[in-house]
């Protein structure tokens, strides 16, 4: 009998096994969540985070809206304006999200009005197809991790996962799985 379902514990495991073809899914992420797009990497996270909560993927909601929050604290952190925050920031980004809502659970109802809000609160209109990418980028990963049943992480696992992305990035993260396996 085989054990396959619980095989795996972390994704890029299963990315390692099968690096010939995911190693150019790692590198997709590592081109859209981390160079510099219209997007801000932390809404980006935020994106990412909301579509795994919306597919009830806790593994990947928990490692994405950790980033989030710890890009944001750095944002305040170093910030010379003190009596902004964030959330006053974030009304632009409401659009954003009600689209990758859509984009998620119903394509279909998409509208010229779903649209015109995002370009109302001043993007261009490429950050429609940006948005799109990481929605279908994130239903990916969800499905990855959900269909190999890789158990979402403890909180000291998910910290230093956090920590890991923030600092390596998709391409960082996976070298340094390499090099690890490579040890073993």
Known sequence: MSTFLNKYTSVYNVFLDNWSYQSQYVLFLEKLMYEETILPTYIKEMIFAYVSELNGCTYCKDIHRGISKELIKEIEKNSSLENISISSIQEEFKAVLAFSHKV?????????DD???ILENGFQENVISEIIAICSA?????????AHKIPALNEAMNSASVKM???KGYQGLADYMIQKRNKS
Request: glycine content about 0%; proline content about 0%.
């Open 104 to 112: 998620n659970e119903d394509i279909d109802s998409i509208t010229q």
């Open 115 to 117: 649209v015109d809000s």
């Open 138 to 146: 994130a239903q990916y990963m969800n499905t990855t991790v959900r």
């Open 165 to 167: 992305m923030i600092q």
